[in-house]
Structure formats: C-alpha cells, structure tokens
C-alpha cells in the first residue's frame, strides 16, 4: 500500500529513529472501529482490514486485534476486552460518538496503553497520545471555494446534508461561512442521511420545487449517487452539477473521466484509519517519534489529480 | 358465626340464588352439596365478599355486616379457596403466603421473618413444601396446602373450599381432610362444596342440599345417605321440556366405533360405539374426561392410544378426516373455540364448511344464501346481519354455532354441552333439534353436566369418571340416582364403596 | 317494548362508527393532500406525485404482505434486511451472467428469478421457524433481520454492490419507464394491492388468515390447518419483498449495508394506520394503500417547504402517524 497519498505532512512529521530495543518483543495493537453500516464505513473496514495485512506482514512480531462494534455502547464493551482480553500494547479508535466514549478510552489510557484517536475527538483531547483525523470545516469551505469559483459567484444551489451530528454541522457552519459573503443563494437544505436512497427521494423533492437548479452540494458520495438518478430521471442532467465528497471510487472515475455532472470531489479518505494504524504501528515496533496530531487534508481532486486517488480494489 | 339469611341474586333478569339461608358453626364442616348451575358457588362467592346479593343479610357472629369486597371478608375472617387458585405462580411460597401485607423492617421487606413466619405456619399444617419453593415448581395437592396456610396465617375462622379434592388423589384427600379436622379442633368453620357424596359422608357435620337456586334442605350428615343427597339434588320433573322419545332398533348399524382411546393426561382406554339413529349421552363431573375423550375422537387432541372407525376401516386421526366421515363436533365453548366473536355472522357460519363454498375463490351469492337459510332453519334472531357474534344472545350464538356444524352436513353429531348459558326457550329448540336428526337417521353424542337433559334425551347414557368410562345405562336405568353414582364412584369400575 | 329497536339502533350506530374507521385512513390522506396543495403548489403537479407513487410502491408492495402477516396475528421484521439482501444477490447475479454473452433479457429474468427464489425461501424459512419452531414471530424475524443484514454487508464487503452498467441500461425502464405517464412501479404496486385485496376477501386462503389471526382456537375447531396457513402468509410476505426488490434494484443499480433501512417500520405502520389490527384478525387492504402513501407524503411535504426546521422532520412524522391512527381509534375506546 502506497502511504504517501494526501500526507504531506506526515511524511515531513515523521521522525524515525531507530530504537531496535523494544522490536524483539511481541507486541498487541488494538483497532476499534465502528462497523460498515453505511458506505464510508465499509470503507473504513476495507482499509483497516487491508492495513491490518500489510503491517503484520511488515512487522512478524506485531499482531492487530481488530474489533467492529454497531454503536457506542458495545463499542465500550470491546475496549474492556481489548485490554482484558486481547492485553493489547497500544489502542487506534475511530469512536462512535465522541462523549460516550471519551471515558472508556480514558480507563485505557490510564491501564498505561498508547491512543490513537481517529477522526472524532474526544470532549479531552488530553487522553489521546495521536489524532490523525480528516477536516470537516475545511471539506466544508474547500466545497463552499470551489461552488464559488465554478459558479463565478452566483446562482441557486441546493443543499443534501447527511446525520444529524457534530461532523455534519462542522461541514455545513463552514461551507455557509463562505457561500454567504456572495450572491449563491440557498435554496433550501435538508437532511438525506447519508443513503442513496434518501439521496435520490430528496432530490426529487428538491427538483420538482426549485425550476432553476444550477449546482448542487450534496457533501457524500452514497448521497451523490442518489442525487445523480433524481437529476437524470428528471432529464436535467444538462442544467447543473454535483459536488460530492468522501473519495469513493466510483465518483473518482467519474471526475477522471471528465463526467459534466460531476466535475469534482472532496476527499474525507476512509484510508485514514490505516494512516492512524500505520503511525501507530511504527511508533510501537520501531519507537518512532510522533507529532501530537495530524490532520488530512481535504483536498479538492479535479481531472488533474484524480488518478492519484482512485483505487478500484477498494469496497469505497 | 357465618351466616347468609334470606340471600338472592339475579345476574340481570336471571335469577340464580332465591332467599337462600345458610349457616356455619364454629368448629364444624358444613358441606354444600347441588348439581351444576344450581347456586352454590355464587352463594359462597356472596358469603366471602366476592359478589354483592341482590337482597338478604349476611350475618358473623349474630351482627348483620356488608362484606363489600373480599378483603372486608378477610378482615371478618371469612377466606374462600376457589378452584383455580389465586397463588402468583412466579413466586415464591412464603412470598404469597404474605402477599399484600408483607412484613416490613425499615421500609424493606423482611425476607427472613417472611420466610420464618411461613415455615411455622407451614409446620403447624403438617406440610413439608420449603417456604423459599416457586409456586410453579409446587403440585397441585402441594399448592392447596400453600393456598390453606395463606389463609391459616390470615386467622381464618371461616374457610370456604371451593371442590378442593377435585385435582386430589386418595392419599392426599387424606391428608386435607385430616388438615380440615384440625382446624376444626382449633374452632374454625369448614363449607365444603363437593360433588364426591363419599366426601361429603366422610367429612362433614352437616350437608346444605341447593337446587336452581334454592334451598332444599339442611341436615345432619349422619342423617342421610349419598344415595338420599343424590336424590334431592335432583329429582324435578322436567317431562315437557324433551321430546317424545323414540327407540332406535337394537339392530341399527353400528356407525362409529371407538376402541381404547387414551388421552395423555385425561382419557384413559375408552371404549363405546354408537348406532345409527342413536342419541347417546355422555354423563361424568366436570374433569371426568368427556370433552377430552370426545376431542380425541374426533383428531383434535391428540390420542397416545385408541381406534376410532366410522364406516371406513381406517382410523380417523386428523379433524378433517372426522368431517370427512361425516362426524362433526360442537365444542362447549362457544366463545373461546366455537365463533368469531368479532366478525358477523355469516363468516362463522360457513367457515368449518368453507371448501364448500368453492375451491378458491368463495361463492358470496352462496353463503348469503345458506345465511338466509340458517336463519330460517334455526330461527336466529339477529337485528342486522352484519352485525357482530358477540352482540347476539347467548342462544342465538348457540344456534348459530349449530347451524355452523350442520353446514358440514354430518351423520354423526357430537355436541359438548348442548345447552350451557342459554334460556329455557333455546333449549327447548336444540333438543327438538337433535331429536328430529336422530329420528332423520343421524346419530348423536351429547355429552352434558344437566343430568335431566341426559335422561331427556338419550337412548343410552355412558358414565365417565376420572377419565374412564365408568358404565353405560339404558332404558328406565337411566336416572339421575344411578348417573351420579356412576359418575361419584359409588357404582361401576373402580367403585369407592 | 321499547328493547328491541333500542338495541337495533345500537347495533346500527355501532356499524357507522365501523364504517367510520374504515374511511380513516382515506380521510387523513385527503387532509394531507389538500395540506400539501396549500404548502407548495409544485405538490399537485402530475410529476411531483408521480415520482412520489413510484417511491412508495416498494414499500407498499411490502406492506400488502404484512398485511396478511400482521392480519395472522404475526409480525415481520426482517423485510428490510430482506430485500437489501436479495437486492444484493441479484446484482451478483446479474454481474455474473452478463459476461456470459446472454442476451439482456435473459439476464434480467434469471435474476429476477433468483431474487423470487430466494425471498419465498426466506419468507419460509421465518414461517417454519414460527410454526415448526414454536418462537414468537417477534423474535424470529428480529433474528432473521439480523442476518440478512449481516449477509448483504458481507457480500458487500462492507462497501456497496453495483449492477454491470450495461445490463443497467437494459434494466433501468423497470423503474424509470411509464404508460400513459404512470410508471411501472406504480401500476404493479396496484395490480398487487388488487389481487391482495381479491385473496383477502375472496378466497378461501384470505378467510383463513383472517379467521387464524382473529382466533386460532376457532380456526382449529373449524378443520383450518393453523400452521399452514401462517406459513403460507411468510411465503406470501416473501413473495413481496422479492418483487419490490425487482422494482427497486434498476432504480440505483446497487445494495449496500443501507439499502432497506427501515422499511420494515414504514411497512408495518403503514399496515396499521390503514386500520389493520395489530393483534391481528382484521385487515384493510386499500387502507394498507393509503397508509403506505400518507407515510410518503408525508416526507415529500417536508421536502417541498422550508417553513419547518429540518430538526424537527421527524417530529412531525411522528405526530401525523398517531392523528391517523387516532381518527379511527375513537370509536374502540368505548366499551
């Protein structure tokens, strides 16, 4: 697996320092994610199952205890038994929600193991040893910049927000901070869920109320897939466009391939819990030296970039 | 020290108890003895606050007193222990024995003292079941004596037993009656309503006969014989209400053959067979395996043993095969099993002969048509056809269920309780009814607790007990003396006396 | 004497009050269309309601068989996690013959066949485990839903399954085409609700179901064959899920661990605001129609104003659902 991808920085953070001491040792990393029940986690999985390959095979004394849990509560239960049980070395975990789980990962903290926290922060941030995380505001503001420039200026968009949470209002608070200040109006947002289908009957919605759609932010793939059905069926494929967001496959192909519709796409990578798994990794086989947190950018992928992010094995 | 003087009660324009009076001593048994419907229950319920009386007076200890509910009752010291026990069976023994007025220490429940006071009172009655025991894990004998320490440690001085050695066997009928004496010793006044006139002999002081509704005598139980209390819970003259009988010939084709039937739990190699023409009666107490033995019969219980023919040489084992061969069974339980109290009549009416109506698609001309026809033949009396079962009398819904089996076109009838809960004119209709198939060339079983029906209308009646078939009476053999000694044990296989 | 008309006219009131509920269902969907006309004008055009038909014909088609298994006295929670599944095998299905140089046709009708195959199979398999079994349909289709879930996101690989976009192509009119402008979803989403409705009251099958689920003791003592019967309902319900996912695949050409989410609530509410007992023993089927469209409506409504926070879409659902039912309970609060 290529590592270099959309890390600049971590690249550049990376100290390695050779400390062979502890290498001889076995050591146990735990991986607690939450499990694939929409698109992007099943991303998450593929990558966390791909990285848990790659580095055992990288490190023959490292074994990766990899636990998926379908919410918070159970995803507390498996901390318990990653150290009880599985007495792991170090702990990589995307939490379900951020303050339920902020105490369970504090006991694992406190049983003197190394945290990983992926993507969600913790209400303390001073539990964590490493955050690798990606960047909402600035999905939110990298969409918000490119609808601007695309559209010079003005023109009606439409609005497909995903779940209810924190991450959510993050990409909206900052994609509104920008549209704001010029003469893009808001026709209307609502949520969608991040589901294909929920994508496809809102937009339907949205189409029969709004004659004159110019752009349409719909911020996740499984929803721009949705999106693309309504906008096709209503046969105004012609009369505007998608900007999506995540980095499945499908709709990097289709910005690849120069598709009208969907002219671009902004990463929020699946990939960075093998990211998060990989630093860890070397931290603990190898003793390297960490930055306290690295954040992933959310990069704008156009024609130009796109075959760098397109990976056809992945489920996402 | 209990008494009810002059005690009535209507249930709406049915009366059910007419100024009955009623007394039980300090010290005593008192037995209340009469035959199904005849008052006795609802008289005790009277008595132990679970209902109120239309009319008369309850007196405990001369002073005339309003048992409003059942715990009044119990603050008087009257406990009544009904057939189904009233133990939460999920719980454990000393739990219900102090269930509503469970000791408390400090806002918590006291288990232990629970458990001690329990203990003792269980010891005092000779009764080995642990206090910490669930009820669901108890036998039945085991959860009478839980029910009687219940009331023991209520300081019971009136206990009211409701046929307490109906789900008893011989040992442990003892061990109650040898209970009952002591706490007759101690001062405590027994009723005791039971059908087993042995019973009755063995235990009580005095005997209380009631039939429909009123009193027909009390007197010392040294006095008077079983066969005496089998009289007079009988013995009215019922002659107009039955049709004139016929004879069917002694040479008529037998039509269905049972042989050895048992029913796990119930029925135990049963045997008879019944011939063309043939109204043969079923007689037996309530828990003798009539209705068990004739669902078995028909495949709607199961059966561990046993032929059934009719006709055919194959044995019937499922209840299409029955309605196949032509036997149709009314059950006595109209509601629960019989109809659709939901729905409108004329759903229930066509749907044990549905395949009839058509092998797919139902023909609806058809069944409004046999609807109108039912309701002509059987005179159903229903204010709106599309109105619901549970809005017609119970007559009419009796009627209703009959013109349901008859939709089948059956030889062989066989109905379970005929004519429980419905009015004297209905009645009068049904036995005219099965009086006319049987002379018509079908044959019918009636199985029935009416012992005057039984002789009103069979040819021949067949005795259960205890879930064998006990004998069988013909001609001027069947009377009401004989069933009940047939049906309490005084004659037959497996007589007591 | 005054009794028997008095009782007569009880009688007939009753029945008013009868009829009354039956129209419930009709009558809160009449109120949300004409709530829907006063919010956007866009709400009556033929195309708005059109596609809104079309989106609810799956869930509608599901719900025509719940009504038969809530009308038994069951329950079937596991059609969501069902259909996702099924539409993940024919998709697998389909990908894989396609390279075999079949014609498209072909293609599609072994799918399709396939998905039938395998929803009848699994709306056995939740009836003999209610029946032969002896669990409560609760737990089983609770245990069933699980696994097809489970199933379609392993097959998923966690991801989603997309259709071969050539056979799509082919496929995608199923969906999206029409005659005289109503689509095809909605015509067998009708034609389904007719021959539910012929079954139901009809035929011997639906006198039984109806008669099973008002009271089993009764059925029993009347020769019906309980056990059959109520298997024949799961196989039945099957039968239903597997055609809405025939319809429901060309829409999106794809399954994934989502698709279906859900849809065994929608289904089941839109049996009971059609004013199908739940206890079971009664069943509407038209009101089954309108519960599944008033359910549809009510999203689309919300969609086509701006008037009510997003926050609170859920809320209002909510609350509607409950008038609904509430218009036709009145009458059965009074003893």
Known sequence: MKFTIGLAALAVGMMIAASPAGAADKKVLGVSIPAATHGWAGGLNWHAQQAKIELEKKYPDLTIALVTAGDATRQANDLEDLVQVRKIDALVILPFESAPLTEPVRQVKNAGKWVTIVDRGLTDPSIQDLYVAGNNPQMGTNSADFMVKKLG???????????????????????????????????????????????????????????????????????????????????????????????????IKRVMDKDTLVPADVLYPPKMIADAMELTAKHLMEGAKLEKQYIIDATLVTPDNAKQYYYPDSSF | MLAGVGIAKSFGPVQVLFGVDFAVDAGEVHALVGENGAGKSTLMKILAGYQPASSGTILVNGTPVSLRNSEVAERHGIVMIHQEFNLAETMTVAENIFLGREIIRRCLIDRPAMRQASARVLAELECSVDPDARISDLSVSEKQMVEIAKAVSRDVRVLIMDEPTAVLTGAETEVLFRLIRRLTTQGVGVVYISHKLNEVKAISDRVTVLRDGRLIVTEATGAVTPDDIARLMVGRDMSDMYPQQHRPSDNAPVVLTVEGVSVPGWVEGASFDLRRGEILGFAGLIGAGRTELMEGVVGLRSRSAGRVTAGGAKSIRSYDEAIAAGIAYLTEDRKKRGLLVDKPLTPNLTLLALPRYGRIFIDLAAEREAMDKAIDAFEIKASDI???????????????????????????????????????????????????????????????????????????????????????????????????????????????? | MPEPSHAAHRASSARRRADLKAFGPFIALAALIVLGAVVNPVFLTPGNLINVLTRTAFTGIIAIGGTFIITTGGIDLSVGSLAAFASGIMIIVMNALTPQGLPPFLVVLLGTLAVMALSVFSGLVNGLLITRGRIEPFIVTLGTMGIFRSLVTYAANGGTLSLNTQIRGYYRPVYYGDILGITYPILVFAVVAAIGAIVLYRTRFGRYVTA?????????????????????????????????????????????????LGWELEAIAAVIIGGTLMKGGSARIWGTVAGAIILALIDNILNLTGAISVYLNSAIQGCIIIIAVLVQRDAKSRP
């Open chain 3, 212 to 260: 099973t689920g008002a009271n089993e003791e009764v059925a029993r003592y009347s020769a019906i064959h309980v056990d059959r019967i109520k298997l024949a309902a799961y196989g039945l319900q099957g039968l239903c899920v597997g055609l809405a996912v025939f319809l429901y695949v060309p829409r999106l050409g794809s399954a994934s661990a989502t698709t279906g």
């Open chain 2, 386 to 497: 599309e109105m619901k079962v549970s809005s017609l009398s119970g007559g009419n819904q009796q009627k209703l269920l009959l013109a349901k089996i008859m939709q089948v076109e059956p030889k062989i009838l066989i109905v379970d309780e005929p004519t429980r809960g419905i009015d004297v004119g209905t009645k009068h209709q049904i036995y005219l009814f099965l009086d006319e198939f049987a002379r018509a060339g079908g044959s019918v079983i009636v199985i029935s607790s009416e012992m005057p029906e039984l002789i009103g209308l069979a040819h021949r009646v067949v005795v259960m007990r205890e879930g064998r078939v006990t004998g069988a009476l013909t001609g001027g053999d069947i009377d009401e003396t004989n069933i009940v000694r047939y049906a309490t044990g005084l004659s037959g296989v497996g007589a007591d006396a």
């Open chain 1, 153 to 251: 200026g003005k023109g009606n968009i439409v609005i497909l927000r995903g779940i209810p949470t924190v991450i959510d209002n993050q990409r909206f608070d900052a994609f509104m901070d920008v549209v704001k200040k010029t003469d893009i109006k808001v026709l209307d947002s609502k949520y969608a869920n991040w589901n294909r289908d929920d994508g496809f009957k809102v937009m339907q919605d949205f189409l029969a109320r709004f004659p004159k759609i110019d752009a349409v932010w719909a911020q996740d793939d499984d929803i721009t897939l949705g999106v693309i059905e309504a906008v096709k069926q209503a046969g105004r494929d012609k009369d505007m466009w998608i900007l999506g967001g995540a980095g499945m496959k499908e709709m």
